[in-house]
């Protein structure tokens, strides 16, 4: 493949950026806000951009998220948007371009990670009289929380419920007694913690906890160059990691 990478000199970038020199994929430049050396020309915007691609992996973040937009809508690229902290502007904005562009979105691009969705979402539908909680652990660089990947496990816990639960963020003080419509999502920020994903079911005398933990970044990065491989070729919508898995896990 041909990628401009966006966010190329952050840690995620530079994980691809190792990855593809394995892979034989090819960067032919990388987007930045803040450029540093790299093994290709980087450049703090697409204004500068002249070089010929087949793909836009971003692992930038939810800013100047239009731009990147016009950008493959104007040479007619897919682009991968694994970043997180999206706004509900940011999520309309990105169902709209979709309609012109393939455009892969995911909180998380690891396989585990994606098959601990769809566990969670099996046990939540098995499990109904059960209080689910979802507990996130990254290191405390992450800027945004709770985690994207969190907030898709709580999405397909509570599909799995029957959509008739509320996410409660954390808890302070004299909350009462829990109530039975919660889905709880709480962030631990500490160290240099990859990435730790926990989904507890409660009952009465028994607990089922699901969980994924990342040793390191490489498991992203080798998602993304899996998912922008298969986004090549694919017509104008809005895809995640469920259309990749799909046949995988059935």
Known sequence: M????????GRMGKNVTELCAETGDTIVCGVDRFPSPMPFPVYPSFAEVAEQAEVVIDFSSAENLAERLNYCKAHKLPILLAATG???????????FAKEIPIFK?????LGVNLL???AKKAAAALSDFDAEIIERHHNQKK???????????????????????FLYGRQ???GARKNS????HAVRGGNIVGEHEVMFAGTDEI??????????????SGALKAAAWLIGKPAGLYDMSDLLAGIVS
């Open 173 to 175: 003080g004299l909350t």
């Open 182 to 185: 919660e889905i709880g999502i």
């Open 144 to 166: 945004d929380a709770p985690s994207g990947t969190a907030l898709m496990l709580a999405q397909s816990v509570n599909e799995g419920f029957g959509n008739g639960k509320e």
């Open 86 to 96: 999206y706004s509900d502007c940011d999520l309309a904005l990105i169902d709209s």
């Open 2 to 9: 041909k990628i401009i990478l966006l966010g190329a000199c």
């Open 117 to 119: 969705q769809l566990l």
């Open 106 to 110: 995911t909180g998380n691009l690891s």
């Open 208 to 221: 089922v906890t699901l969980s994924h933990s990342a040793r390191s970044r490489k498991v992203f990065a």
